[in-house]
């Protein structure tokens, strides 16, 4: 049975639930909600998702694996492309398999949206608008639990070279490749073990020496990452050496993950197809491609999106170390 701690939670997570929505539909965001089930998931290279097979019992349909979505963006994507819809929010469980840890559980809730005719300022400002509220709106939390760390506005902006420079003193345009940066992050103490292309090495030196720093006076917002991890995001206008990406961290903890979204249909496709290969090359399972998703990419207006984590935001606001302190049925209870 749930403790305390989860039951105080459980009255945060209401506020919190209640704070959002009324700072988004406050705003003109309309609330909207998709399919959990699937028939293409998120092509993540690093992320596995839960298969659900499909049996008709009827002569409809046919049988074939669907999937339980790791994020509802190509839905929400599509609804952007084929509809007046104006800017979107959603508050969903996703899941992600396997993932178990003191700051993940494979069922979780995600806050997703999308502002049409913006850019990845314009959603990292909602963003901060919408936390600031959620932080003068906090249920009370354990001792020493301090919502008005969101309240803390405005939120570090700093740009992913910056931030490596800043902790490393290492600076990724004088180390363009895989080989240069291993160079350049083995003197500087950090372990790249085998990892030889630029994506590995530079995961290896952000994990050890960059993310842990992130967000402690205030919440810090990443942004500009380096183009080759771009995802779904659009590449810099005069800078294409980066991509419009930006991500938010607090207290060493990655909160949200959120673009300038691409809307160049082929461009998707390309980027997609080199997920597929590359998650067959880890030998993970390798997902189809969401037609319907690439065909709506080259509708969809300007446009850009974030996705947060309010169980992270929860664990926070309400001063908990562990993910589950957050959870009414947290995974340890089946696994």
């Keep these: 049975m749930p403790n305390p701690t989860q039951w105080r939670a459980a009255r945060g997570r209401q506020a919190l639930y209640s704070a959002l929505r009324r700072f988004f539909t406050g705003q003109g965001y309309l609330e909207v909600d998709t399919p959990l089930l699937v028939p293409a998931p998120g092509m993540e290279p690093h992320i596995t998702v839960f298969e659900a097979p499909f049996v008709p019992e009827t002569d409809v349909g046919r049988a074939r694996t669907l999937y339980l979505h790791s994020s509802p963006e190509y839905a929400m994507k599509r609804l952007l492309a084929d509809g007046d819809s104006g800017p979107l929010f959603q508050i969903c469980k996703v899941f992600r398999n396997g993932e178990v840890s003191p700051t993940h559980n494979p069922e979780f809730t995600l806050l997703e949206f999308y502002r049409p005719q913006a850019d990845y300022h314009a959603i990292m400002a909602d963003l901060e608008a919408a936390l600031a509220e959620a932080g003068r709106s906090a249920a009370p939390g354990a001792p020493g639990a301090d ?97 419009e990406r930006v991500e938010l961290y607090a207290k060493g903890l990655e909160l949200a993950n959120g673009f300038s979204e691409l809307t160049d249909a082929v461009e998707q496709r390309a980027r997609l197809v080199e997920e597929q290969e590359l998650r067959r090359r880890l030998g993970r399972s390798v997902y189809p491609l969401d037609e319907r998703f690439l065909e709506a990419v080259g509708r969809m207006p300007p446009s850009a999106g974030i996705a947060v984590g309010l169980d992270r935001i929860l664990m926070l606001l309400q001063g908990v170390q562990r993910i589950e302190d957050v959870l009414l049925f947290p995974a340890h209870e089946f696994v």
């Design 147 to 243: 919502p008005s760390f969101f309240t803390r506005t405005p939120y570090e902006r700093l740009t992913v070279r910056d931030a490596v420079l800043r902790a490393t003193g290492v600076d990724l345009r004088e180390h363009p490749d895989g080989r240069s940066l291993k160079r350049a992050a083995e003197a500087v103490g950090v372990r790249t073990w085998d990892a030889e292309s630029f994506d590995d090495v530079f995961f290896h030196l952000f994990l050890q020496r960059v993310e842990p720093g992130l967000g402690h006076e205030r919440p810090t917002f990443l942004i500009e990452y380096p183009a080759s991890m771009a995802a779904l995001s659009r590449l810099k206008p005069g800078e294409p050496q980066v991509a």
